[in-house]
């Protein structure tokens, strides 16, 4: 019950910010593009908490790929292995870095051809941030 009053709060108080007040902001956007004939791509940026509660994003989508994972990139026995991360949490004031050999993101199965790259972050039921990113050869 805690969690379910925490989540709607976080929403209430998410639904009222302003665009001057975002709070979750992206910089370094880099979105590559796709290797002829691959179905997925990498993306890579920072994402920053602005507000004074923690953020956790549970989902994040693409008008352009069938799917976007966040994963995350960690070398064992000398082997690199990906692993999907269910969410990411960013703190208070925080920033979460999503870049090459760590977190990332993950652009499955593209659904046309684009130049560039709209990314939808959720947090639980709530949209906390739209990018829109060029992308990258």
């Not at 953020?55 to 960690?74: K, L």
């Not at 269910?86 to 051809?113: A, C, I, W, Y």
């Amino acid at each position: 019950m805690k969690r379910t009053i925490t989540a709607l709060t976080l929403v209430i108080s998410l639904a009222a910010c302003s665009i001057e007040s975002a709070p979750l902001v992206a910089s370094d956007v880099h979105i590559m593009r796709p290797i002829p004939g691959a179905s997925a791509t990498a993306g890579y940026l920072s994402l920053t908490n602005t507000t004074g509660q923690p953020i956790t994003i549970t989902r994040v989508a693409s008008p352009q790929f069938a799917s976007v994972e966040m994963h995350e990139s960690a070398i064992e026995d000398g082997i690199s292995r990906m692993y999907p991360l269910p969410q990411v949490t960013v703190l208070p004031g925080q920033s979460v870095d999503f870049r090459r050999g760590g977190k990332h993101l993950m652009l499955r199965n593209p659904v046309n051809e684009f130049e560039s790259v709209q990314l939808q972050f959720h947090a639980g039921v709530a949209l906390v941030l739209t990018v829109d990113a060029a992308v990258e050869d």
